[in-house]
């Protein structure tokens, strides 16, 4: 994985292969023995920080995401690690693709008990302009693309009777996401229909939950232009944007057994971005800079305010 420096002024947090192949974790060495956990988008960030973590932890490890050589390079980090690693380049957004993805990975691996939906991603835009095409890219990759996966993979366990557990990757949506409307509202249904099939296929044994992070410093972060990442980094009451590691630990904490009577719940790693905090896909608005809002007070409401 590149190193994130860049020049934003956040505290920079531990972001290379080398740093997560060595840090301390709190889950058990062989929490994953004998596990097959199929990780989408696990070529890059918190996908790849995610197989890293799992493979410390026995899982035998299939990755999928578009870009082969993205997934060779994670291929080849987990390997010099000894994890047992399976690539396959697709789109999520095929149904097709993923039909043929589960039959493959079946094929050579025998099955799969854990599925991490992490592949996604979007645009920033303003929600007035948005076009058509660009809605249904972002809808069509982060609600559908996650849908086909989650539904295959609930057919998967249905078919050879075995338990099985889902872990979708969504964003801390909470307070609406000014200037990405479109991954907003996906993200919201993938965490209903989370919650949703999380009922129907208890009875097939299969939990399903979600992940929500809030700024997490990683590779897509150079999907925005330089006053988004400075919005980032105070888009919490911490103050700094967080780290692909602490997105992965919850993932792993998740898909264990450790959480074995937890479905269809949603946990927040998002370093507070509930209660406080701004982030700006595009940067702040003038209208919403303070000084600004002040300054169109009406000269009464200017005196209470201060
Ligand atoms: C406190 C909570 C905060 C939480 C969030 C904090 C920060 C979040 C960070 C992250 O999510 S990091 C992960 C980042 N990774 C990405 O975002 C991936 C980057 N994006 C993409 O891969 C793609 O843009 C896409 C969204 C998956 C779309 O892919 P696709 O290949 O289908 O689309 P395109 O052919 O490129 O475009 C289709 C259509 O979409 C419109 N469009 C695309 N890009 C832009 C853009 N930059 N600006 C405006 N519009 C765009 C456009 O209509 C395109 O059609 P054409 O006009 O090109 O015909
Ligand atoms: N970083 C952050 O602050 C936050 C991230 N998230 C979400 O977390 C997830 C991981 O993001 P992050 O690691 O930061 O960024 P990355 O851009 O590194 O990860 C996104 C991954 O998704 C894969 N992907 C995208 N579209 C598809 C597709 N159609 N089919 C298969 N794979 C696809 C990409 O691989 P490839 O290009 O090879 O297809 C890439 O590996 C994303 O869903 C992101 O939106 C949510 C909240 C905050």
């Known amino acids: 994985m590149s190193d994130i420096s860049g020049d934003v002024s956040v505290p920079e947090v531990g972001m290379s292969d080398e740093d997560f192949a060595h840090r301390p974790t709190v889950l058990r060495e062989g929490t994953f023995e004998g596990k097959v956990v199929l990780v989408s988008g696990g070529g890059s960030g918190i996908g790849r920080a995610t197989a890293i973590l799992l493979g410390r932890l026995g899982a035998r490890l299939v990755l999928c995401g578009r870009d082969p050589g993205k997934l060779e390079s994670a291929a080849a980090c987990l390997t010099r690690l000894g994890a047992d690693v399976s690539t396959h380049p697709m789109s999520i957004r095929s149904p097709d693709a993923v039909e043929a993805l589960f039959a493959e990975v079946v094929d050579r691996h025998g099955g799969i008990d854990v599925l991490v939906n992490n592949a996604g991603g979007q645009f920033a835009q303003a929600t007035i302009d948005i076009k058509p095409k660009g809605w249904n890219a972002v ?15 609930a057919r998967h366990w249905r078919e050879v009777a075995r338990p099985g557990c889902i872990v979708n990757v969504v964003a801390a949506i909470w307070r609406g996401m000014p200037q990405v409307a479109h991954t907003c509202a996906a993200r919201a249904g993938v965490v209903f229909l989370s919650k949703t099939v999380a009922t129907e296929w208890a009875p097939l044994n299969i939990r399903v939950n979600c992940v929500a992070p809030g700024t997490i410093r990683t590779e897509g972060f150079g999907n925005y232009p330089r006053e988004a990442l400075a919005s980032f980094s105070q888009a919490n009451p911490m103050l700094r944007t967080g780290s692909a590691w602490d997105i992965a ?43 600004y809002a002040e300054a169109r007070l009406p000269t009464h409401l200017k005196e209470q305010a201060r």
């Open 139 to 153: 809808v069509d990759t982060n609600l559908n693309g996650t849908f086909y996966m989650m539904q295959a993979g």
């Open 249 to 291: 630990e919850a993932i792993a904490y998740l898909g264990s057994d450790a959480a074995g009577f937890i479905t269809g719940e949603t946990l927040n790693v998002d370093g507070g971005s509930q209660n406080w905090g701004d982030p700006w896909f595009l940067g702040r608005p003038e209208y919403f800079e303070l000084n």
